[in-house]
């Protein structure tokens, strides 16, 4: 059964720091492993898809990255600013049935 | 614009009753999923849909039915046999199963 954890649960950063979001998973035979923002009582927004054949993916400020063999991610966020405060999600696809696994989160609050 | 709707943003249930929720996408996708998302858990699979006319059981189906008539149209139904239905619930679909997954803006479901 695939877990995905997520760590730490909360970060709080000074605007303008360089940060990362650490992400875990037990089973390295993925699909591809997919990172969200989750606003307050709003729904998920896709920000980066990995494949499993890839390394990294870029968007902006964001870099996520992909290391099967560990079974870990991370979601690189350069030059933070308080509109990145949020919860950020890794979801994980794996299995037969192409299942999507999600982790709990980790709730971001950058500080003016 | 393209995109997910979900309605109605709040609904409160009495209990013994039944409640829709309505899940509509115009992105052409195929794949339709049902989440809930409760505090300090992790997004849970209720009912996918591939294609037309086919659903399939989640982790959580329980107390829970579904339709997809349209291809558009994925509306979930909370029954009075779900016995702790207060949550928050979010729909999504995809191209297929396994691929980049979109999310509506969510529906929150409360239990007088």
């Known amino acids: 059964k695939q877990e995905v954890t997520q760590i730490p649960a909360a970060l709080s950063v000074p605007e303008g720091e360089n940060l990362v979001l650490n992400c875990s998973f037990t089973d390295s035979a993925i699909y591809n492993l997919q990172w969200f923002r989750q606003d307050p009582g709003k729904g998920l927004t896709s920000l980066l898809l990995i494949q499993s054949s890839q390394r990294e993916q870029t968007s902006g400020r964001l870099n996520a990255s992909l290391d099967k063999s560990s079974g870990r991610s991370t979601l690189y966020i350069a030059a933070s600013q308080p509109g990145d405060s949020a919860t950020y999600l890794c979801a994980v696809t794996s299995g037969g049935y192409q299942k999507v696994t999600f982790g709990i989160g980790t709730k971001l609050q950058v500080i003016p | 614009d393209g995109g997910i709707t979900q309605s109605p943003k709040y609904l409160f249930r009495k209990e013994g009753q039944n409640v829709t929720l309505s899940c509509e996408q115009n992105?052409?996708?195929?794949?339709m999923y049902w989440y809930r998302q409760d505090p300090g858990q992790g997004l849970r699979l209720i009912y996918y849909s591939q294609i037309v006319n086919d659903f399939q059981k989640g982790d959580i189906a329980e107390g829970y039915s579904v339709s997809r008539e349209k291809k558009e149209s994925f509306p979930l139904t909370v029954t009075s046999a779900q016995k702790n239905p207060t949550a928050f619930y979010l729909c999504?679909?995809?191209w297929g199963t396994g691929d980049e997954q979109f999310f509506g803006p969510g529906t929150r479901l409360t239990v007088l």
């Open positions: 992105l052409n996708h195929d794949a």
């Open positions: 999504a679909s995809s």
